[in-house]
Each structure stands twice: as structure tokens, then as C-alpha cells.
């Protein structure tokens, strides 16, 4: 008659895969996925993952999480948890996940064009996930920009609302440098258009003529050859 303590070493080996698959560690597979996906986001990760039931679930000894396709890491959502051996399942598992961080707001109505001052906007700190994509988080980021379009008090300000200063004005009057080789040519013009700094902008010649130049910091064109 055989030992009974030669079939131990097969039902600890058992145990251990039934072990690993625990609500925990399901659980646990999911957060540690959310935080590498989201670690470079700036702000305050919370998590809640919802009770989950892994009692009908075929052993595992390896998890693999995913996001499911179209899904967001952000506000409540499902995190998709695949066993890669010796069974093969999937689970998703629901979880609450908000991030914490600072951005900001303008204070009052601004019109395009303006020039952002300290006093025009205010950092705001709350739940970022659902903000619009490209959202500031830095005050210093946009003061002394120029705003692309009017916007209401109290909106979200997106990077795609700010632009470099304008240093050139459309209709204004402005110096053309053309510079070459051994040379340099100053003329007057009128701009066709705002510009920044460093961004090309066209000027109508007293000529009639129109030609294209860099803007520069102190407002005037130049043009190189």
C-alpha cells in the first residue's frame, strides 16, 4: 500500500495555483497596470477597484492586465485581466479611478487677441480625468501669451487657446531687413497679417510688391538670402 505522503507534494502544487488566483491578486494586477499607464500624468492617482468574485474562475498562475479597446484610464471604467496560464480567461474588472492635480481657469471673460495677466486667470485643483485634452496646468505657461479666441470665466484654458505673443499686428507698419551676403537693405511695409515671434508673415511693399519674412522680437521682418 502506497504512502499517503506521496500525493502531498501534487495537492500542495494545486493549492499554490488555486491560491494565485484570489480576488486580490486580480485586483492588484489591474491597480499596478492603471499606475504604469498613468504614471507620467502629473497629479494624484486614486484607485478603487469594485469587489470582485474569482471562485468559479479556472486556476491561474499568471495574470496580464490590458485596456480594453476604446476604453479610458480615467473616471469609472473597466480594466481587462487576462490569465495566461495553465488556463486561458479574461475578466474585467471595474474600477473608480480619479486623478487629482492642479490646472487652469481663466477668472473672467477674455476676448482673442488679449494679452493673459496674472490677474486674467486662476489655478484651479480637482479631478483632471475628465477635462478636455490639452488642458494648463502652469499659470506661468500662459501669462504674457496671446489668447486665439474669446473665451467665457471659469473655462478650462487648453494650449491650443494660447499662442506666442503677437509681436507684429496686421495693417501695422512695419521694418523689412533684408540681409545677404555683404549686404543689408532696410525698407517699410505694412503687415498682411499678426505674427509671433520667429513665425513668417507677409508685407505688402509701397511697391505693391508682397514679400515674406521672419518675424522678430522687436517687431520687425527679416528677410535672408
Known amino acids: ?88 480567461f479574461t475578466i474585467l474588472v471595474s474600477a473608480q479611478i480619479a486623478v487629482t492635480g492642479n490646472y487652469v481657469t481663466t477668472s473672467k471673460a477674455l476676448r482673442g487677441g488679449q494679452v493673459i495677466e496674472a490677474g486674467d486667470i486662476i489655478v484651479a485643483s480637482g479631478d483632471i480625468g475628465n477635462l478636455p485634452s490639452g488642458f494648463v496646468l502652469d499659470a506661468a505657461a500662459v501669462i504674457g501669451k496671446t489668447l486665439r479666441n474669446s473665451i467665457g470665466p471659469g473655462q478650462v484654458l487648453r494650449s491650443d487657446q494660447i499662442m506666442a505673443a503677437l509681436v507684429i499686428r496686421q495693417g501695422q507698419n512695419v521694418k523689412v531687413i533684408s540681409t545677404g551676403s555683404g549686404f543689408s537693405v532696410t525698407a517699410e511695409g505694412k503687415a498682411v497679417a499678426n505674427a509671433t515671434i ?22 520687425s521682418v527679416e528677410i535672408s538670402f
Request: proline share 9%; glycine share 10%; hydrophobic share 35%.
Open 1 to 88: 500500500m502506497r504512502s499517503p505522503w506521496l500525493f502531498l507534494p501534487c495537492l500542495l502544487t494545486l493549492a499554490g495555483i488555486a491560491d494565485a488566483n484570489t480576488p486580490e491578486i486580480v485586483a492588484d494586477t489591474a491597480e499596478r497596470h492603471v499606475r504604469q499607464q498613468l504614471q507620467n500624468l502629473p497629479g494624484k492617482i486614486s484607485i478603487t477597484i469594485s469587489p470582485l468574485d474569482t471562485s468559479r474562475l479556472p486556476p491561474c498562475t499568471a495574470f496580464e492586465a490590458y485596456t480594453p479597446a476604446g476604453g479610458r484610464l480615467i473616471g469609472r471604467t473597466q480594466i481587462g485581466v487576462r490569465c495566461l496560464g495553465p488556463s486561458t
Open 198 to 219: 520667429g513665425q513668417l508673415v507677409q508685407v505688402k511693399m509701397p511697391s505693391g510688391q508682397t514679400v515674406t519674412g521672419t518675424a522678430r522680437a522687436d517687431g
